[in-house]
């Protein structure tokens, strides 16, 4: 692997003067293959809210950094991962989402395996020698359900999420109490032409909010915003009013107002104004320069109203659009001749709505990871 230049311990460790990651560490192949293994496979990565698999049988399939993974609910209940690969000759297993029959067969040459993973039907096999069903069983990741969403981790020996984000499902269960009974409304699903990380400095601060969102800054006030920073997971919180132009509040709803969770590595929560539904941005890098995002909206309610369907139109016509143009010209910019390899972060001394400080505590997180 080709190496790159590596960050100091202490880089942005000191909010008030610091500066982003360089350049290439949002364009280089070698960059990106690191954080795959040391950031990637070792991290609880969320990838969806758990009514996707509420119910037996229920199965989706997601692309993780190169890997196919399946999160399926078992007859019995039980949540479980797996790599979607079968042992036999590495044919994938499953596509999309759905209700499983009780097993699930290889579309290659018919191997079948219980919802738990075992083995349970191979053609032939009493002809071939030594062959022992109990070795090929499907290869597991940890799984877990987290404040109403579905977390999976490759690293065998990880603890759990709670261990990762400590406090986050409190934080979370506060903003949104209905978390549980949410249901997958809309999603949008794009291959953006931004690294990962440049994805997540553009969600990590509010200074672009006025001059990039003017629909979104007329809901939420900028000027009684804050974002705090708890290690693994920050809060971005602002009071909110209603809209014309973008979120509309019930006026019994009383001092609405937006939280924004950043999770690590790279998830992001919305509990907009009203508190009764959420937005989810699920990251999958898959090179140096692409990510596979889902921007997903959940309701409480199956049957999509006039009004939501109004919500739904200006996250995908106008907010989701606004926040892609920008980290894909950011992604072509940091390639320039005239761009000077690192920008300066603007953190002020008030902590402000505006402040950029958010940036400066993931960068000091990515050069951690960089560190071995």
């Known amino acids: 692997m080709t190496q790159f230049v590596r960050l100091p311990a202490d880089f942005c460790a000191n909010h008030d003067h610091a500066y982003t990651l360089p350049a290439h560490f949002y364009t280089s192949p070698a960059v990106f293959e690191h954080e795959q293994e040391k950031i990637f496979a070792h991290s609880w990565i969320c990838v969806a809210h758990r009514s996707e698999v509420a119910q037996s049988n229920a199965y989706i399939t997601r692309e993780v950094v190169g890997e196919s993974i399946i999160v399926v609910r078992g007859r019995d209940g039980v949540l479980r ?6 042992p036999h000759r590495g044919h994938q297993l499953l596509e999309g989402s759905g209700i499983a029959k009780n097993v699930i067969a290889c579309p290659y040459h018919a191997w079948t395996f219980k919802l738990d993973g075992e083995l349970t039907h191979v053609r032939n096999c009493d002809q071939v020698e030594a062959f022992e069903k109990g070795d090929y069983s499907l290869s597991a990741l940890q799984v877990e359900e987290y404040a109403g969403f579905i977390f999976i981790n490759m690293d065998p020996t990880a603890s759990s999420v709670e261990t990762q984000l400590p406090g986050l499902q409190a934080k979370m ?12 409304a809309a999603r949008f699903v794009t291959h953006t032409p931004a690294n990962w990380k440049s994805i997540v400095d553009n969600y990590m601060e509010c200074y672009h909010c006025g001059p990039a969102h003017p629909s979104f800054a007329d809901s939420v006030d900028v000027g009684q915003y804050t974002h705090t920073l708890h290690g693994n997971w920050s809060l971005q919180y602002g009071m909110a009013k209603s809209s014309e132009q973008s979120f509309k509040v019930d006026e019994s709803v009383v001092d609405p107002s937006f939280s924004g969770f950043w999770t690590w590595p790279c998830t992001m929560f919305n509990v907009p104004p009203g508190a009764n539904f959420m937005t989810a941005i699920y990251e999958f890098p898959v090179d140096a320069e692409t990510t596979l995002q889902h921007y997903d909206i959940y309701f409480l309610n199956k049957e999509i109203t006039p009004e939501q369907q109004t919500l739904i139109d200006w996250y995908r016509d106008v907010f989701r659009p606004e926040d892609l143009r920008l980290v894909e010209s950011v992604q072509k910019g940091l390639k320039s001749r005239g761009y000077r390899g690192q920008g300066r972060i603007m953190v002020d001394q008030q902590r402000s709505g505006i402040s950029e400080h958010g940036i400066a505590h993931f960068h000091h997180l990515i050069a951690q990871a960089h560190l071995d």
Do not use: T
């Not at 991962?81 to 079968?86: G, H, K, L, P």
């Not at 269960?173 to 997958?184: M, P």
């Open 81 to 86: 991962a797996f790599y979607n690969v079968c």
């Open 173 to 184: 269960r506060e903003a949104c109490a209905v978390i549980d009974d949410l249901h997958l």
